[in-house]
């Protein structure tokens, strides 16, 4: 019942910028942040929204990615500034509804590469 739609991934130039998008409907929750997982890593915390509008990020993206929100579309976005390949991996959008029920995107890939 509960779908992600995410969109915005790709290949960008070290340096660039990239915005993804992820679409939630089924639900009235919005999605709660962005994951990420590099080739040989595990799927690492990115960036996302916390209690009373707090937000979380990552050491590694602090200075360089915001994360934001449309409660009227239930969209959220993840701005990606100042790129490195360092930042290579599929991106993950996720949602929580309660403790037992927690849904995942399908991963859109961003590559960072000259």
């Known amino acids: 019942q509960v779908q992600l739609v995410e969109s915005g991934g790709g290949l960008v130039q070290p340096g660039g910028s990239l915005r993804l998008s992820c679409a939630a409907s089924?639900?009235?929750?919005?999605?709660s942040g962005w994951y990420r997982q590099a080739p040989g890593k595990q799927r690492e915390l990115v960036a996302t929204f916390g209690r009373s509008g707090s937000t979380n990020y990552a050491d590694s993206v602090r200075a360089r990615f915001t994360i934001s929100r449309d409660n009227a579309k239930n969209i959220i976005y993840l701005q990606m500034n100042n790129l490195s390949p360092e930042d290579t991996a599929v991106y993950y959008c996720n949602l929580v509804e309660s403790i037992l029920r927690t849904f995942w995107g399908q991963g859109t890939q961003v590559t960072v590469s000259s």
């Open positions: 089924g639900t009235i929750f919005i999605p």
